[in-house]
Each structure stands twice: as structure tokens, then as C-alpha cells.
């Protein structure tokens, strides 16, 4: 990694250099170009942000 820090107990972790900038109107979008990433061994409880709504990314039991 670029020594970026790494948040402890984190379920995976993303280290990118920024590569472009765009202005969206009332916020940016910005393209990281990545340099390294990793994830836990334990990723059930991770969950995603998806067309303004979080949900979890396991399926629902039962």
C-alpha cells in the first residue's frame, strides 16, 4: 500500500491514486486508479450502497 492508512477491523479496504476529476454539478465524480486492495476473511456482514439504498450482499436466509 501507498501508507495510506487502513481502518482496524475493516471488512475490505481500497488504495488508489486519484487519476481525474470530474465536476458533476453539486458534487464530483472521481476515477481512482488502483494500486492495491484487500478484504477480511469474514465478509458476512458486509453491505453495499445501490441506486439509494443499502442492502446486504448475502442473500436473505430461509
Not at 465524480?29 to 469474514?42: E, I, P
Not at 443499502?54 to 430461509?62: C, F, I, K, T
Request: charged residues 20%; negative net charge.
Amino acid at each position: 500500500p501507498s501508507g495510506s492508512p487502513i481502518l482496524p477491523g475493516v471488512i475490505g479496504w481500497i488504495d488508489c491514486d486519484i487519476d481525474v476529476v470530474h465536476d458533476a454539478g453539486d458534487h464530483f465524480f472521481v476515477v481512482g486508479r488502483v494500486r492495491d486492495m484487500a478484504h477480511g476473511d469474514d465478509v458476512s456482514d458486509a453491505m453495499v450502497f445501490f441506486r439509494g439504498k443499502v442492502a446486504s450482499v448475502n442473500p436473505p436466509a430461509g
